[in-house]
């Protein structure tokens, strides 16, 4: 198992439903927990990130916080359309500190994954990290 920073993979966001030009979405591949992209409020909060070759992927690990409901769909196009649901998760809320959960997705061949934020703690959310197992 091997956890790997996804800008170490060529991955790259490349939709995200809100930026915020003090914490645009490229933060959440930098692989650095002191950066973040965050939401703009109201849900659903989407990113979706893009490899540079189909990667099989084992389980992603998200750190974010305020996150409450949290949807990931995959697809193998090369297009960032066409998904299939792979997981859905309710994180616990964290006072203080990083959520930091690790979600299966049972080596799933992907092109594209998408993250999608249903709901939160509150009105805004942060994502700080995404890495990969594979």
Do not use: C
Not at 13 to 18: D, G, K, Q
Not at 30 to 35: C, E, K, M, Q, R
Not at 53 to 68: F, G, I, L, M, R
């Amino acid at each position: 198992m091997i956890d790997s920073s996804l800008s170490s993979l060529g991955a790259k966001v490349v939709v995200a439903a809100s930026s915020d030009e003090n914490h645009p979405p490229e933060n959440i591949t930098d692989g650095n927990t002191n950066t973040f992209w965050m939401s703009t409020g109201m849900f659903p909060q989407e990113f979706i990130l893009r490899f540079a070759e189909p990667t099989n992927v084992s389980a992603v690990t998200v750190d974010s916080y305020n996150v409450k409901q949290l949807k990931i769909e995959k697809n193998t196009s090369q297009n960032a359309s066409q998904f299939e649901s792979v997981a859905e998760r309710e994180f616990e809320i964290t006072e203080g500190h990083l959520q930091s959960n690790a979600i299966s997705l049972n080596g799933s061949d992907a092109t594209h994954l998408r993250f999608i934020i249903t709901s939160g703690y509150d009105h805004f959310v942060s994502v700080h990290r995404v890495s990969v197992q594979h």
